[in-house]
């Protein structure tokens, strides 16, 4: 029970990958969330800092994502955060904050969606699924240029 759990508001920024593995269905996508502040000197909403989380979802939760979800649609997202660094023989580390998504669902604050329940042993159709002339998307994060020195962003505690 010691696991950090989250309720992530933001858009989906890439399609959603849908793979059939030994162990059921796996989707993919990448997440954007970002912050919004009010400028009182412009007196405008003025957009912050983006941030990218790669969500993960399984079984029948994958199936009905890949179904429901396009690129730029507004989700809310809860689940389980996971923070992983990869080090490369040669290269920088590199972190990546994946969450692996007990529940999606469309933000209503934004708009409308239509429920729809999949009854028991109901195939749903999963748009692009292994699909040809889909690319695999891009997953890796643009590397630091070589004479650039990379400075951590600070981290808040709350």
Do not use: C
Not at 41 to 57: C, L, R
Not at 103 to 114: E, K, P, Q, Y
Not at 115 to 122: V, W
Not at 135 to 150: I, L, S, V, Y
């Amino acid at each position: 029970m010691n696991e950090t759990m989250v309720a992530v508001v933001g858009n989906v920024a890439t399609q959603p990958v849908y793979r059939e593995l030994a162990t059921g269905a796996s989707t993919r996508f990448r997440l954007a969330v970002t912050a919004r502040y009010l400028d009182r000197e412009k007196n405008v909403w003025t957009d912050g800092h983006t941030n990218f989380f790669t969500v993960w979802a399984n079984r029948q939760l994958a199936t009905n994502a890949t179904a429901s979800l396009n690129v730029g649609d507004p989700v809310v997202v809860q689940g389980r955060l996971r923070v992983r660094t990869d080090a490369r023989e040669g290269q920088q580390p590199r972190t990546s904050v994946d969450i692996d998504a007990m529940a999606i669902g469309h933000d209503l604050a934004r708009g409308t969606s239509a429920f729809r329940r999949a009854k028991p042993g109901e195939a749903v159709t999963v748009a692009g699924a292994g699909a040809a002339g889909q690319p695999e998307p891009d997953w890796e994060t643009p590397g630091a240029d070589a004479g650039a020195q990379r400075h951590p962003e600070p981290a808040a505690v709350t």
